[in-house]
Each structure stands twice: as structure tokens, then as C-alpha cells.
């Protein structure tokens, strides 16, 4: 991400500083149990540690400029490459089978991720052998991959404590507010989302073009 979206030395030491506070403060929050539901601020503090970087991450582009001219500019290749790293949902399968995460939102959330991270790289290869002809199959890829993520946020929140639980399987996902879980949805998964919402904005702006 600092590669693709730094034009310069200073740009990408600056964005992966960023990115690495971010990450460190997720890291704090997860040893310190501060979003755990028995003393901590539960599935609302969650809600808000995945809702606001997205919101954050969304805005900065938008507004600072340099990083608007860096997303026309760093090549969709890239942007798709990122998700090999959603191969790590394997781990949901593993937690899954060791009776630490319940149904059924441990596997839906594990082999998405699985799919995704595992097609990432041959669309990406796609993208930068043939970009015009990859169009569809990068606007399958992406909606797969949203979806994904929308439907492990959604049955991740349902299966937690609290009053919003509609799901009941024990145990729950409550572990996810801990370290080292809490990563996943308090970093990889507000980056993850934001990059699929800019290869939508991408692809819309080629159609555009292409249409004018």
C-alpha cells in the first residue's frame, strides 16, 4: 500500500508510519481487552473500531490531495494483489475446528476469505496482462469480496455477546476482541473494505471515460 500510493521516498515512509500507528493502537486495544464485552466497550466499540477507519481512510484520499492524484495513479494490479492476504482465513477455520469460534459464521467468514485471497493474484495477473479485457471479471471479483466482508462483519456481530445476538452457538466470537484476533477486524478488515470500495471507484471512472 505504501509502494502503490507513495510517488516518493517521504510519501511512503509517511503512509506506512500511518498505517503502522493505526495498527499499533489496534494492537493496544486487543491486549488490553478495552473492546471486550465483560468489561470492555463490547460490540458497539467494535462497531466503531472497523466503521470509523473506513470512514477515515475514505475521507483522507477524497481530501488530501496528493493521495487522490496516488489512487488515479497507482495501477488496479495492486489494489487487487492486496487481498492475498485474506489467505489468513484460515485461520477462522482453524478456530473453527478447535471449537473457539462458532457456526456459522466462522466458516462463511474463513472460506470467503480463503476464495478471495486464493483468486487475488490470478485477477491481479489479469489486471496487469490484460486490463481492458479483466473489466468483468474484476467487477465479479470485487462484489465477491465485499460481500464477503459485509457477511463476516454481519454474522461476526450477531454471534458476539450482547443484545444484538441473534445467534446463540457457543462459543462465541468474542475472541475477536482479543490479541491477536482483533487485528483482523480492527485493521485488515477496514483496509481490506476500503480498497474494495476504491477498485469500484476505479472501475467507474474507466467506464466513464471510456463512455465519453
Do not use: K
Amino acid at each position: 500500500m505504501s509502494i502503490g500510493f507513495g510517488s516518493n521516498a517521504t510519501t511512503r515512509v509517511r503512509i506506512a508510519l500511518s498505517l503502522s500507528s493505526w495498527f499499533v493502537v489496534v494492537v493496544i486495544l486487543a491486549a488490553t481487552r478495552a473492546l471486550y464485552y465483560e468489561h470492555g466497550l463490547g460490540s458497539p466499540g467494535l462497531g466503531i473500531a472497523v466503521a470509523l477507519p473506513i470512514v477515515i481512510l475514505c475521507f483522507v484520499v477524497v481530501r488530501v490531495q496528493s493521495l487522490r492524484e496516488a489512487f488515479r495513479r497507482v495501477p488496479l494490479w495492486i489494489l487487487v494483489g492486496v487481498h492475498t492476504v485474506r489467505l489468513l482465513g484460515i485461520s477462522f477455520v482453524i478456530l473453527y475446528a478447535a471449537h473457539r469460534l462458532p457456526a456459522p459464521f466462522a466458516p462463511v467468514a474463513g472460506w470467503g476469505d480463503i476464495f478471495v485471497g486464493a483468486t487475488a493474484l490470478p485477477v491481479a495477473w489479469l489486471a496487469y496482462r490484460r486490463p481492458e479485457n479483466a473489466r468483468p471479471t474484476l467487477w465479479i471479483w470485487n462484489v465477491i469480496g465485499l460481500a464477503d466482508l459485509i457477511a463476516a462483519i454481519g454474522l461476526g456481530v450477531i454471534s458476539s455477546p450482547g443484545p444484538q445476538r441473534l445467534i446463540f452457538a457457543e462459543p462465541s466470537s468474542a475472541i475477536m476482541t482479543t490479541l491477536p484476533w482483533l487485528l483482523i477486524p480492527g485493521f485488515l478488515v477496514p483496509l481490506l473494505f476500503a480498497v474494495h470500495i476504491g477498485i469500484f471507484v476505479r472501475l467507474a471512472q474507466r467506464r466513464l471515460i471510456s463512455d465519453l
